[in-house]
């Protein structure tokens, strides 16, 4: 079956530079999130979107934004890279209305020195 | 402050024997709980998810557990099997109608299964 799909699976960025993440939810999947996992810590909720549309807001810095696009897509726009954004960024998806069953995907390491 | 707590890193269970995971929460708002299976290096695997107003849910070999007045859930695992080795996250969300909520995580529990 399909899973969820992230790009890149491994980045490499220096302080202050900008980063760019991309998942591709399920197929049928409309329903997007993003969670960030520090080393030894569990997965942090950033941000989620439905129908394009912001839907939920957890911890996500002001330096990165996201969107979703008309294909379903979504991108996390990360700038001012910090050494403390290195991290596991998962991307989850689901169907609407239905967050009580998310997929991730196999996750962006993101390291930034 | 964590409010999904899962308080024992590691669990040691023998092959064929039942697992059993701990969760326990402190919001009284949450609505739904998952269980997730992570492998090193790839990303959690939804098991099964049990919504507030239910005290059970069953899924082949997982069964999940939850006693709202304890504010506590369990994940047992019957019978335990060698590819059951993982870490095991407990999750739960607040319904905030929108549809796409975020997850609140626990730090996790390391089961090993031994032959």
């Known amino acids: 079956a399909a899973g969820v799909i992230q790009s890149p699976r491994h980045l490499i960025k220096e302080k202050r530079e900008t980063a760019t993440l991309k998942c591709y939810p399920i197929p049928r999947h409309d329903t997007v999130y993003w969670y960030q996992q520090g080393p030894g810590q569990d997965p942090q909720f950033l941000i989620s979107?439905?129908?394009?549309?912001?839907?939920d807001k957890g911890s996500i810095p002001d330096r990165f934004s996201a969107q979703q696009f008309s294909d379903y897509h979504s991108e996390l726009n990360m700038s001012s890279l910090e050494l403390g954004d290195s991290a596991l960024y998962f991307c989850a998806s689901s169907l609407s209305g239905r967050a009580y069953e998310q997929y991730f995907g196999p996750g962006t390491r993101l390291t930034v020195t | 402050d964590q409010q999904v707590k899962q308080n024992s890193p590691s669990l040691s269970v023998q092959e064929g024997r039942i697992s059993i995971l701990n969760c326990d929460y402190t919001n009284s708002m949450f609505d739904y709980f998952l269980w997730y299976k992570k492998y090193p290096a790839e990303g959690p695997t939804f098991l099964i998810s049990i919504s507030s107003i239910k005290d059970k849910n069953e899924d082949g070999r997982f069964t999940v557990f939850l006693n709202k007045s304890a504010k506590h859930l369990s994940l047992h695992i019957v019978p335990s099997q060698p590819g059951d080795s993982a870490v095991y996250f407990c999750a739960a969300s607040v319904y905030s109608g929108g549809g796409a909520d975020g997850l609140t995580f626990g730090k996790g529990t390391h089961l090993i299964i031994q032959p």
């Open positions: 979107f439905y129908e394009k549309m912001q839907s």
